[in-house]
């Protein structure tokens, strides 16, 4: 018994109609790696870059080895991290699966092709055949296209928090390796003035002018001091190779930085209203609002969709052996006794209140923490200026007396020593107040979701 030669015309046009509801789509990379650039333009230092292992990639290595010929900025450092730091590259396929993913959201089921050849009672066979496709999938596809864009979105957002956040690693990593620098340089001027003093005490003692026990202590501060400078070139080291890992570079490799900090601006910043442009403009929170719009809309489906997700429609025909075709629908309705779809709805709305719990927990901690970085800033910068205005000066000024003073020999060599001492560690915490100054305005401006600051004369900063 032979099978009769198919004639599938009156399925194609089924076939051909429900192709045409799912249109034909692959995730377009570049543009939603533009969308990202275009989101933080305005808040980093400059665009970001996805290097794929094409042959771009060597511009890039180019153009960063143009700017470390350089001594590195702090603009400039963030621009190298941008191109060079690989943890950083790692994060931009998460913005292409969530593409990926939204793609797939407009996407059909395939339907199912059913064939069954039977034995008919007389001469040839019988043939039927059947395309079944999910009749709900076809009502589900904008509420799920709606979901997969606000969580699109939402990565999308959160990926643009991340760098901002690594902006401000890269500055502060970048800020503490300049103080570890200077505070290394001052500190090891301590130490030559210390093993200054124990050379002249040295000869001192042997010429009878002071006693062992003064001599011992001039020796023992050397030593101290020796054992400091160690220790600040250690923490020097440590900072370099912080910075080193956030740029993707080797601490040991050929780049510089400045000598030291910058001073601070005479315009200070404007505090005012910093908290509610943070809770507008923080990319993270609007993250997590589309988060909780994906929530609602996925609510909103289970409420829709539950009794009927598993509904089918089908097409179904018969040939017979004389030829003939016999074709008719076929509709497959789930029949809701045990599982009527409560948990999953109970689920969803509970996942949307705990969702805005977190949201309005995570606006209030936004704008706690700009309030106490707002402080961490003003009183680093008092404490800067009073160090630097104030303070320094008036040690200044007494090495001056007393180097007048010695002079006329009314006063000894190890009291002029004792005063740069003493002008020396004043000015190592200047510094320390100075990094901590550069290091308060980077976490706030990460505070408030990165951008430049608008400044205005005579606010505290």
């Given at each position: 018994m032979t099978c009769d030669t198919l004639g599938p015309r009156p399925l194609i046009p089924i076939v051909m109609s429900m192709l045409a509801l799912s249109a034909c789509a692959t995730p377009d990379l570049d543009a939603a790696f533009r969308d990202l650039g275009q989101l933080v333009d305005a808040r980093l230092p400059g665009p970001v870059t996805w290097r794929t292992g094409g042959p771009e990639d060597a511009a890039v290595d180019a153009r960063i080895q143009t700017i470390l010929k350089n001594p590195l900025t702090a603009e400039l450092a963030s621009k190298v991290a941008l191109l060079n730091n690989r943890e950083l590259q790692a994060r931009y396929a998460d913005l292409g699966i969530a593409q990926a993913d939204l793609v797939q959201a407009g996407l059909l089921q395939n339907p199912v092709l059913e064939v069954m050849l039977s034995p008919s009672s007389g001469s040839g066979t019988n043939i039927e055949l059947g395309l079944m496709q999910n009749f709900v999938d076809l009502l589900m596809r904008?509420?799920?296209?709606?979901?997969?864009?606000?969580e699109y979105e939402s990565v999308r957002l959160e990926l643009a928090a991340h760098l901002v956040s690594f902006m401000s690693e890269v500055q502060v990593a970048y800020y503490a390796y300049l103080g570890a620098q200077e505070s290394h340089a001052v500190t090891a001027e301590i130490e030559?003035?210390?093993?200054?003093?124990?050379?002249?005490?040295?000869?001192?003692?042997?010429?009878?002018?002071?006693?062992?026990?003064?001599?011992?202590?001039?020796?023992?501060?050397?030593?101290?001091?020796?054992?400091?400078?160690?220790?600040?070139?250690?923490?020097?080291?440590?900072?370099?190779?912080?910075?080193?890992?956030?740029?993707?570079?080797?601490?040991?490799?050929?780049?510089?930085?400045?000598?030291?900090?910058s001073p601070m601006p005479e315009q200070s910043i404007r505090l005012s209203g910093l908290e509610d442009r943070a809770v507008k403009e923080r990319f993270d929170l609007a993250a997590h609002r589309s988060e909780l719009h994906a929530s609602l809309e996925e609510l909103g489906f289970?409420?829709?969709?539950?009794?009927?997700?598993?509904?089918?429609?089908?097409?179904?025909?018969?040939?017979?052996?004389?030829?003939?075709?016999?074709?008719?629908?076929?509709?497959?309705?789930?029949?809701?006794?045990?599982?009527?779809?409560?948990?999953?709805?109970?689920?969803?709305?509970?996942?949307?209140?705990?969702?805005?719990?977190?949201?309005?927990?995570?606006?209030?901690?936004?704008?706690?923490?700009?309030?106490?970085?707002?402080?961490?800033?003003?009183?680093?910068?008092?404490?800067?200026?009073?160090?630097?205005?104030?303070?320094?000066?008036?040690?200044?000024?007494?090495?001056r007396l007393t180097l007048a003073e010695y002079n006329y020999m009314?006063?000894?060599?190890?009291?002029?020593?004792?005063?740069?001492?003493?002008?020396?560690?004043?000015?190592?915490q200047y510094v320390i107040a100075l990094t901590d100054y550069w290091i308060a305005r980077v976490k706030l401006r990460a505070a408030i979701g990165g951008g430049a600051f608008e400044a205005k004369l005579g606010d505290v900063s």
């Open positions: 904008p509420a799920r296209q709606k979901i997969a864009k606000a030559e003035t210390e093993r200054d003093a124990a050379d002249l005490s040295t000869a001192f003692y042997r010429a009878g002018n002071i006693s062992e026990r003064e001599h011992t202590e001039h020796l023992a501060a050397a030593a101290d001091a020796m054992a400091e400078r160690y220790q600040s070139e250690q923490d020097m080291r440590a900072r370099r190779g912080a910075l080193a890992g956030v740029l993707g570079l080797s601490p040991v490799g050929n780049w510089s930085a400045p000598s030291r900090l289970e409420k829709d969709f539950r009794l009927v997700e598993e509904m089918g429609l089908a097409i179904s025909g018969e040939r017979e052996p004389d030829g003939e075709w016999l074709i008719g629908p076929t509709l497959e309705i789930p029949l809701p006794i045990f599982d009527q779809g409560q948990a999953r709805v109970s689920a969803a709305t509970l996942a949307v209140r705990g969702m805005r719990d977190r949201l309005l927990a995570e606006e209030r901690q936004v704008r706690s923490d700009v309030i106490l970085e707002s402080e961490a800033l003003s009183l680093s910068r008092t404490r800067a200026t009073h160090l630097g205005a104030v303070v320094l000066p008036l040690r200044e000024d007494v090495v009314l006063e000894g060599p190890f009291h002029l020593l004792e005063a740069q001492q003493e002008t020396n560690e004043t000015y190592r």
